[in-house]
């Protein structure tokens, strides 16, 4: 139980707004259980199709999934007869109650607005399935809230909230809502999305039903601690005598990595108490990596320990240096640590290697052959299941799921896909003719028709000889092979090489075949007379993954895994969008629309690239919101622009995905592309200042040296990562040359860098919006938003009968369907509690006017209900009715 929220004397206005908030609650007067109410046409709907594919795999998308907006729908033709019309948006006073709660709020506009949501009619392939489809039998009120729910655990927690609300009373529950406890979210793809169509995690792949991935549980030391050199002392430390602390110094100024990583080991051994008494023999090393100084940095070594257990890993342990080397001083400048102490789980055992097999293969709905498929991926410990538990975490190759067996209960749990598809390149071998290898795609910005293609360099790609040789190319494509006499060489090369490896979908992958003779320069050409769409995104897939490569490995970031080609897959028969595969490596990406731009060009190449180092450096992605940043940082900083995805909308004012100038004010709980925005617009800002004062060349430099080498410095989050940007800018006198830029691009995104001083100092970096005035004018705005709103509406036309036409829904490009097509719609909203009876009956009258087969499911809370809209009609009328609720959200 938390205490009631005590308003601040000083301010007055939000209290005024509260008052209004709570007359709007009273007025509303909801206090009714979770029971669904359910409303019902002539003939009950039909349970919907639940589609033969559940949601595609995309765990890391280059958005939340693309705004595509009603007005690219057919207008409606012809006008409907009066009666049969809903009304205007203005007649339904409490919408503009609504905005006026909303106008009369300054603050609120710090805060991002529900977007409107988009109409979607998805094809079949991205239908996005329901856990279980309504039955007749869920025509039980109770029954019903668990058949369209997308998960039982959050219908018992609605439930609980709810009954919760009862028993606590109105005033209670208000205060509950305005602190953001909102009650349990009924409908796939929440408020996070802000209208976008969801990409959730699949909670189910090939009728495996999926566990949640494993959590981390509170730490029993966490610490981040800035430790800077300096000579100056603080009246505090001078005071208490700690003048000894002012700067950790590692003895002996070890410079190599193996003797900071040993020096660091004795530190920790040495200062038990500092690190809970974790014994250092139980740390084993993730990660020890030197960054060169550039443009007047230091160099500095990023070291990463994880904690063991009887030398099996604790997954999401850690503990992390950053150490500075000033001028024969080896200097600790950051600590930051997540280590748990009383991990005592049983490493040996009960179960047997059969034993272990066998539970996994049930677990993945008895997977046959299950010691071949299943690959052993060692012993670990893991936060499962809302315990501690060692297990045997194995990796099916058929189902690309991952099952971790608890080796002491023998209980299973099965999630996202794995996939280890990584090849050594082959060795290189002697020369003598010489050659390049080129080709011809988009040097900067989306595909345009018309504009000549740019010839690319084709940096190490593979050529292989008739002879049974491979070679490779250097970074700037060029590359000789061996000849024999006379004799011509026949060299066969397609986009592979040592980073990079395309995989076409289209059916028209690329490959080069040239016959070498001694004497004359070789020259490869991909793509030579071409402008077409699939041999251009080949070419920008391989050209821009290499080139990205290249500029991290100067950047000082250099990883095992760049060491391997990375699977690309171009011209996915998909639009809008291109995704990562995280723990199997792939980046992928769809062919052009008349929506979208083939995804295939520079800006959505390095984001997605972003992604794939995140992971890679840290045996996982270990924040959403700052794995989006730093795909947002890595391509404005390449292509020396602001704009990500320029060009990716087609027809729209604003035809990119998001912008380096953006005012996103950071908040820990915000849908994580929204978060990345604090990131990728401090990055951008950063940068931008340091040029405006050190001019383009050295301004760039520095940006990219300051930010780029954070990415090995283990952080967790966005605030945490700018500390990270503060402390590669602390010079050996415990200065911070460039502190007024660095807080200037953070406090553009709510978030406060205190400037540091010698000596020990404990967070520097601070939210704005997590004080308890910032949480409280979020939860103001939340809660007027919620009260009189309607919002994540989406249409989702999951099934169709043949139209007249025979033209089937899900394969026509939305404007093409018929306005008589016979389709079938799933329709959540939300509606606030002022409106919510009355959209309820504007729905009923209208289906009921022209016949419409129909469903109404509500779910009421207090302040808002959830409705699941199940219709069936034709296309145009269906249209009428959908825009009708686009319009109150909007
Ligand atoms: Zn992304």
Redesign the pocket.
């Known amino acids: 139980m938390k205490p009631p929220i005590v308003l601040p004397e000083s301010v007055p206005m939000m209290r005024s707004h509260l008052a209004v908030l709570l007359c709007f609650a009273l007025l509303a007067g909801q206090t009714q259980g979770a029971a669904a109410q359910v409303v019902s046409g002539r003939v009950h709907a039909a349970p919907v199709v639940s589609g033969a594919a559940g949601a595609a795999v995309r765990p ?3 958005t939340s999934g693309l705004n595509i907006t009603g007005s690219q729908l057919t207008p409606l033709a012809g006008v409907l007869p009066n009666a049969g019309v809903l009304p205007t948006v203005s007649a339904l006073p409490s919408v503009q109650a609504q905005a006026q709660v909303l106008q009369a709020q300054p603050a609120a506009a710090a805060v991002p607005a529900a977007a409107a949501s988009p109409i979607q009619v998805l094809p079949a392939s991205q239908q996005i399935a329901p856990k279980a489809a309504p039955s007749a039998a869920s025509e039980a009120p109770g029954a019903a809230v668990q058949a369209v729910h997308p998960a039982a655990a959050q219908t018992d927690e609605a439930q609980a909230v709810q009954a919760e609300t009862k028993g606590r009373g109105l005033l209670a529950a208000l205060m509950r809502a305005l602190r953001g406890e909102k009650t349990a979210e009924l409908f796939q793809g929440g408020r996070r999305g802000q209208g976008f169509v969801p990409t959730a995690e699949p909670t189910e792949v090939d009728g495996v039903q999926l566990d949640p991935k494993p959590t981390l549980p509170q730490a029993s030391t966490a610490l981040s601690r800035a430790s800077l050199p300096g000579r100056r002392q603080s009246l505090l430390s001078r005071l208490f005598g700690r003048s000894q602390a002012e700067s950790i110094d590692l003895p002996g100024a070890p410079q190599d990595v193996a003797g900071i990583e040993a020096a660091l080991r004795k530190f920790v051994s040495e200062n038990p108490a500092q690190f809970g008494g974790i014994s250092v023999d139980s740390l084993y090393t993730v990660m020890a990596k030197k960054v060169a100084g550039k443009a007047g940095l230091a160099d500095v070594v990023y070291v990463s320990f994880r904690q063991q257990h009887n030398a099996v890993p604790i997954e999401g342990s850690d503990l992390t240096f950053t150490v500075k080397l000033f001028n024969g001083r080896t200097t600790i400048v950051h600590t930051a640590a997540q280590l748990y102490q009383d991990v005592t789980v049983d490493t040996d055992g009960k179960l047997s290697e059969t034993d272990v097999l066998a539970k996994a293969a049930s677990r993945l709905g008895n997977l046959p052959n299950a010691a071949e498929d299943l690959l052993d991926l060692g012993s670990k410990i893991m936060h499962l299941g809302g315990q501690w538990r060692a297990v045997s975490l194995r990796m099916s190759k058929a189902l690309s799921l991952v099952v971790a067996v608890d080796l002491n209960t023998g209980e299973a749990f099965a999630w996202d896909p794995r996939m280890h598809v990584e090849t050594e390149p082959a060795k290189q071998a002697p020369v003598d003719l010489p050659g390049t290898a080129v080709g011809r795609g988009v040097a900067d910005g989306p595909m345009k028709e018309g504009v000549e293609p740019d010839v690319l360099p084709l940096g190490h790609v593979e050529i292989k000889t008739d002879d049974g040789k491979t070679y490779y190319a250097d970074a700037e494509g060029k590359f000789t092979v061996q000849g024999e006499g006379d004799k011509p060489v026949t060299l066969s090369v397609r986009l592979n090489g040592k980073f990079a490896r395309v995989n076409d979908r289209s059916g028209q992958a690329l490959v080069v075949t040239v016959v070498a003779k001694p004497g004359e320069e070789l020259r490869v050409v991909f793509n030579p007379a071409g402008a077409a769409e699939t041999a251009l995104a080949q070419v920008n897939a391989y050209a821009h993954v290499t080139r990205i490569h290249d500029w991290l490995l100067e950047q000082g970031i250099d990883l095992e895994a760049f060491k391997r080609p990375l699977p690309i897959v171009t011209n996915i028969d998909d639009e809008c969008n291109a995704y990562y595969t995280p723990y199997n490596p792939s980046l992928n990406f769809f062919k052009s629309s008349e929506r979208c731009a083939n995804s295939s060009y520079n800006d959505v190449i390095y ?2 690239y972003g ?1 794939y180092v995140d992971d890679k450096a840290h045996g996982g992605i270990p924040n959403g919101g700052l794995s ?1 940043g730093w ?1 947002d940082i890595f391509s404005m900083l390449l292509t020396k622009q602001p704009v990500l995805g320029r060009g990716f909308l087609k027809g729209q004012a604003q035809d990119y995905i998001r912008h380096g100038e953006n005012t996103y004010q950071y908040h820990s709980s915000d849908e994580v592309h929204d978060q990345g925005q604090a990131w990728g617009g401090f990055g951008w800002k950063l940068r931008k200042a340091l040029v405006a004062s050190l001019g383009e060349a050295e301004g760039a430099a520095l940006a990219s040296a300051l930010v780029v080498p954070v990415m090995l410095a283990s952080v967790r989050d966005i605030p945490k990562a700018i500390e990270a940007v503060l402390m590669r800018d602390v010079d050996q006198d415990g200065e911070t040359p460039h502190f007024k830029e660095i807080a200037a691009a953070a406090k553009a995104h709510g978030i406060t860098v205190k400037k540091p001083k010698p000596g020990l100092s404990e967070p520097l970096v601070t939210v704005d919006g997590d004080g308890p005035m910032g949480q409280m004018v979020r939860a103001i705005a939340r809660t007027a938003r919620a009260l009189a709103n309607v919002s994540r509406t989406q249409v989702r036309a999951v099934s169709t009968a043949a139209s007249a036409k025979g033209m089937t829904l899900a394969a026509a490009p939305a404007k093409e369907i018929p306005a008589d097509a016979q389709v079938k719609a799933k329709v959540p909203f939300t509606a606030g509690a002022l409106i919510r009876g009355q959209v309820r009956r504007e729905i009923q009258r209208f289906c009921d006017y022209h016949g419409l087969q129909y469903e109404l499911k509500e779910y009421k809370g207090l302040l808002e209900s959830d409705f699941l809209l199940t219709v069936e009609g034709p296309y145009s009328t269906l249209k009428q009715l959908t825009d009708w609720l686009q319009s109150l959200a909007n």
Do not use: A, F, S, T
Request: charged share 25%; proline share 0%; glycine share 12%.
């Open positions: 890391v998308n280059l984001h997605e992604h989006e795909g």
